[in-house]
């Protein structure tokens, strides 16, 4: 079972499983017509359960579960899990293939970054042409490249990504400035973007006298989240047409640890999702 998760968690999974309800209530009207087969990709599934950050005997169902189980108007034509870690493979087995055996469910048991640019090469294909697809990218940190996610932006695809804003980049923008060589090359992959480009983003240097000459001060910028989070949805728009304003997700101390976007070429699609998104933000529902 896997170890985070809060209500913010159960958020996210409400806006998604609400996207996706509204996507193949749409779909639903076109699939038939043009013979679309509707697929559905998650990149970091998990074990199917996300135990709840008090240790709560209650955990939350996870995504992977809550999508099988949308059946009206229709469910999705193929089901595709990534799981890195062998023993959520196997626990994710059980929820999903098991327990749906009348659906047509894949799990692999690899690297998100490699299936992702296996689904594009699929969608790019005679047979993936037919194919519609939701992407749901929901890593535990920043392991998702930024190459990976550049193979998708040519296709019919809808992609929901969550963004380490706050336990992922701003943890690695150290507030002097000095960052190992391997953390820049996190962020590097991340972003997508050379460290030459990062740091000024990021870091102000200003010029200082003292007793002993002329000395450079590197000043980190107070809202790096909030910087980092716009910087992505930046990078996500020279990929994507359309780009949804993000659910910010918060742990009990109101720190911003996760920025929820949505990417897609279809304008009515961020549009839906900017609905579902702005309830949550709100905090109406």
Request: include cysteine; hydrophobic fraction near 40%; aromatic fraction near 14%.
């Amino acid at each position: 079972m896997n170890q985070f998760g809060g209500n913010w968690s159960e958020n996210k999974i409400e806006i998604l499983v609400g996207y996706a309800k509204a996507y193949l209530t749409i779909m639903n009207k076109f699939a038939e017509k043009f013979n679309w087969q509707l697929l559905y990709f998650d990149g970091f599934a998990g074990s199917g359960h996300i135990k709840g950050e008090d240790g709560n005997e209650n955990p939350i169902v996870g995504a992977a579960k809550r999508i099988l189980e949308i059946d009206e108007p229709r469910s999705f034509d193929l089901y595709y899990f990534v799981e890195k870690e062998k023993v959520y493979a196997d626990l994710l087995h059980k929820v999903t293939v098991e327990a749906f055996p009348n659906k047509k469910i894949f799990i692999a048991n690899t690297d998100c970054n490699q299936k992702i640019e296996s689904l594009s090469n699929f969608l790019s294909s005679k047979k993936g042409k037919a194919f519609k697809a939701l992407a749901y990218i929901d890593p535990y940190g920043m392991q998702l490249n930024w190459k990976s996610l550049e193979t998708l932006q040519k296709h019919s695809v809808d992609v929901w990504i969550l963004v380490p804003t706050g336990m992922g980049v701003n943890r690695l923008l150290k507030k002097d400035g000095d960052i190992s060589d391997a953390w820049l090359s996190r962020l590097e992959n991340f972003l997508g973007m050379t460290k030459e480009d990062i740091l000024p983003y990021f870091y102000q240097e200003a010029k200082i006298y003292t007793l002993f000459g002329e000395e450079t001060k590197i000043t980190k910028e107070e809202n790096a989240i909030e910087r980092s989070a716009k910087l992505y949805e930046e990078r996500l728009n020279s990929l994507f047409k359309f780009v949804s304003k993000p659910y910010v997700l918060k742990n009990k101390m109101n720190s911003v640890m996760f920025h929820f976007f949505m990417v897609s070429n279809n304008k009515a699609a961020i549009s839906i999702a900017n609905d579902i998104t702005k309830k949550y933000n709100d905090g109406t529902i």
